[in-house]
């Protein structure tokens, strides 16, 4: 089936640990996305790209980064520079260009124990 | 600060009734995107409707747009308990990349 699959569903980390969030995707998309929702809240934008080996800051990059070194594949990792990492992170894709409708994933998240 | 503000922020509406939501918003558009949401899911998209487009159908489902006002409404006929969801409107900016920015969404309680 195509779609927008992210990993792990459920991730806990210790204070100054890093982790990474895995965002994969079959629908041959260009531009994939990454947000953070914050509980009874809106999405915000982290990092998106629109093609590979391109990526650039969206409205809350500090603490986060990413890499595109395919077209399917866009992980998020969420560094200790991250003060307050708990939240639900959602990635997405879109054909590209602008004015196509974005896909988003199931969702991750991560709680800071 | 966002570009994308829904009204009411909760509702709670029986099985049958119409629901009506609205998001406003501050700046030209190049397109305006509805979403669903249920309780700890990703999102699902609904309906893209663009600037030089008023009106949108899909089922039960109707957006109006008007741009002078700057303001978008979804309208839900005929509800269902399963529409029970935060929905969210969101929009691309003109002359930008396709990037969302998302209002902070309506709350819907249907019951039956």
């Known amino acids: 089936d195509g779609g927008i699959t992210q990993s792990p569903k459920y991730l806990f980390r210790k204070e100054g640990q890093n982790v990474t969030l895995s965002c994969e995707q079959n629908?041959?998309?260009?531009?994939m996305y990454w947000y953070r929702q914050d509980p009874g809240q809106g999405l915000r934008l982290i990092y998106y790209?629109?093609?590979?080996?391109?990526?650039q800051k969206g409205d809350i990059a500090e603490g986060y980064s990413v890499s595109r070194e395919k077209k399917e594949s866009f992980p998020l990792t969420v560094t200790s520079a991250q003060k307050n990492p708990t939240a639900f992170y959602l990635c997405?894709?879109?054909?590209?260009?602008?004015?196509?409708?974005?896909?988003f994933g199931e969702g991750s998240w991560l709680t800071v124990v | 600060s966002q570009q994308g503000e829904e009204d009411p922020q909760a509702l709670s509406i029986q099985e049958g009734e119409n629901a009506t939501m609205n998001c406003s918003y501050k700046?030209?558009?190049?397109?305006l995107q509805w979403y669903r949401q249920n309780s700890g899911r990703g999102l699902v998209h609904l309906i893209l409707?663009?600037?030089?487009?008023r009106e949108k159908h899909s089922g039960r489902l109707r957006v109006t747009l008007d741009t002078s006002k700057k303001s978008s409404s979804l309208l839900i006929t005929a509800s269902r308990a399963a529409d029970t969801a935060s929905y969210f409107c969101?929009?691309?900016?003109?002359?930008?990349?396709?990037?969302?920015?998302f209002g902070a969404g309506t709350r819907l309680a249907v019951h039956p």
């Open positions: 409707i663009r600037s030089n487009e």
């Open positions: 969101a929009t691309v900016l003109s002359g930008g990349y396709n990037k969302l920015i």
């Open positions: 790209s629109q093609i590979v080996n391109d990526f």
């Open positions: 629908l041959n998309h260009d531009a």
């Open positions: 997405a894709s879109s054909p590209g260009t602008s004015g196509n409708t974005i896909y």
């Open positions: 700046t030209s558009i190049n397109n």
